[in-house]
Structures are given as C-alpha cells and as structure tokens.
C-alpha cells in the first residue's frame, strides 16, 4: 500500500516536499517512481529512485528542481519540488514495481500506486 501526501497550493518559486508512505513489502528492495498527470493529459515519469538509492532518474523537464530520496528505514520516499511552475501544477502519485530489484521508468512497468496528492501552483 502507497499514501502519497504534501500537495498543497503554492505560488510559482515556492518549494514542497511531496512524501510517500509504504507497507505490506520489503520496502528496501523496490524502485519507487513519481509520476504525475496534468488536467487533460497522461500520466508521465517524474523520478524514480533504486532500492539503495543508487540509482535516481529524473524527467528533462524537472532535472535541476526536483530531488528524489528514501529511507528505508522509515519505508517513506520523498520528492523535494523547488522553484515550482504552473506547469507543474497536477497530481502526483508514488508507484512501485512488482519485480523487486529492477530499475524501471515506464509508467506501465509499475504495478502499484498511491492514491495521489494534488499539487496546484498559482502564478
């Protein structure tokens, strides 16, 4: 189970930090993904982070703003948003794969996902 959270409404330059709590697996061996969707269009790949942290990616359009991390410890992962746009005004959700220690991107590769916290920027 995944409990993303932290949305809120902000104004554009303004920063959150988005958290995603999971249970029912061992956390420490799974990817986790962000994702998010916009009114009226798909859901996209934000960032996902390894089971160790070791490996992070991140979409183009958020390289630079946005930093993903874990703790494994507390089975949460976080996504700090700074410098926010309108454009990233949508609602985001945290997603894990079925397959545990495998590095995966495509939205269609996770198979389990929180119910999404929205995000709205104002201008």
């Known amino acids: 189970q995944l409990q993303a959270s932290g949305g809120g409404l902000v104004q554009a330059g303004d920063s959150l930090r988005l958290s995603c709590a999971a249970s029912?697996?061992?956390?420490?061996?799974?990817?986790m993904g962000w994702f998010r969707q916009a009114p009226g269009k798909e859901r996209e790949f934000v960032s996902a982070i390894s089971w160790s942290g070791h490996l992070i990616s991140y979409a183009d359009s958020v390289k630079g703003r946005f930093t993903v991390s874990r703790d494994n410890a507390k089975n949460m992962v976080y996504l700090q948003i700074n410098s926010l746009k309108p454009e990233d005004t949508a609602v985001y959700y945290c997603?894990?794969?079925?397959?545990?220690?495998?590095?995966?991107?495509?939205?269609?590769?996770?198979?389990?996902w929180g119910q999404g916290t929205l995000v709205t920027v104002s201008s």
């Open positions: 997603a894990a794969p079925k397959t545990p220690y495998k590095f995966v991107r495509g939205r269609y590769e996770y198979d389990y």
């Open positions: 029912g697996r061992t956390f420490s061996s799974y990817v």
